[in-house]
């Protein structure tokens, strides 16, 4: 198996792998364009983000800046909005629904790492894929880790920490993100 294969998997990878590091510097290289690119050159941003992402619906729409790892472990659908620093750390796989909406500053991470010092050499990570349902708002600031699911029709309020599964239907605030409120 090879070390991306291992990686979108969640098995342990060198993230330091040659292959690995020259995709990671593809992402950056494209999302360095992306982020300098002029505000009206709608076609053009469209473009890239289409050669960066693994797949992306209709009708999207990310402010710069955005930064990613990889790009191609991500999967976005329809009506999708990200508003300014939208960061993915999809060494994972991220999947995201349609109808989306991001505020400013949302992080979504998948890479994690080895809880035992002896066993966390600098070169041993590993992932836990992110899936966000269909019809979500997440808040400004929200931070989403590794491993998380977040249901369809669900809000995540500003500057919210989701550590653990959020179900469909609800609001969920806070750090740890807990659910107060379940939509009608």
Request: glycine share 10%; aromatic share 8%.
């Amino acid at each position: 198996m090879s070390e991306k294969q291992k990686m979108i998997n969640g098995v342990v990878y060198n993230a330091y792998d040659e292959g690995l590091i020259l995709l990671r510097n593809k992402a950056r290289h494209l999302t360095k364009i992306y982020n300098d690119t002029d505000p009206e050159a709608v076609e053009e941003r469209k473009n890239i983000l289409e050669k960066l992402f693994g797949k992306i619906g209709i009708n999207f729409e990310i402010e710069p800046p955005f930064h990613c790892d990889y790009g191609t472990n991500i999967e976005i659908g329809d009506s999708f909005y990200a508003n300014f620093n939208f960061l993915v750390l999809d060494d994972g796989l991220v999947k995201i629904g349609d109808n989306v909406l991001f505020a400013p500053n949302v992080s979504i991470f998948t890479a994690t790492h080895l809880i035992n010092p002896k066993l966390r050499p600098k070169n041993a990570d590993y992932t836990k894929a992110v899936t966000i349902g269909n019809n979500v708002w997440v808040g400004g600031g929200a931070i989403i880790n590794p491993g998380v699911s977040i249901g369809d029709n669900s809000v995540i309020g500003s500057g919210s920490v989701v550590t653990k599964n959020i179900p469909a239907n609800v609001v969920a605030v806070g750090n740890p993100c807990k659910v107060i409120k379940h939509i009608d």
